[in-house]
């Protein structure tokens, strides 16, 4: 028996969902046959077999996400040779090597742990909501809020591919940057017709921050910190 991992994709991809099968258990395969499809942030990519056998298993269904180096398909070569040449994510079937776990970053959300127990038990994302406690603060009421909203709108279109990445990094923006406006009005009748306005804009903005540097400031919510 031959297990197939998940190989590299390059562009520093690690991770990808199954689209769909090419292959089903019992099949006889050749060597780059097409397997399975799969799409990556940033496009769908067909993966050959590397070599020649008949499939035994399916390692994750339609939808699944795998990381690099997962189980993707189990066959039984038709010969004890492997085919010439390395073929990446190909390893002799044995007991799983211990995979680390990986170590979830903290939360930027500001919540209490039974708010967040309670998001938890009713399928809410906390950073999705608007926290209307102390300092931003997210409480139950606003859990039970969004429960409630999730209730009322229609089922959800799980996100693949290109839109996942871009919700996951916008998801991620929202949590870390600070969101605020500032207006004022100033008088520009001084300015010649052929004046570059954003130069000018930008010279302005470059002033103000030397004048407040806490308008230029960073914010780490990890640490509870700032960096002028």
Known sequence: MTIFQLP??????AEAEVVSWHVGVGDHVVTDQPLVAVETDKAVVEIPSPRSGRVTKLCADVGSRLDVGDPLVEFEAADTQPDTG???GEVDAG???AMPTPVAAPSAVRATPAVRALARKRGVDLVSLSGSGPAGAITARDVERGAE????AEEAEPLRGVRRAMADRMARAHAEVVPATVTDVA????WSADAVVMLRLTRAVAAGCAAAPALNAWFNGTERSRRV
């Open 187 to 190: 008088d520009v009748e001084c």
């Open 149 to 152: 909203a999730l209730a009322d």
């Open 95 to 97: 007991p799983p090597a």
């Open 86 to 88: 390395t073929v990446v």
């Open 8 to 13: 590299d994709l390059g562009e520093g991809l």
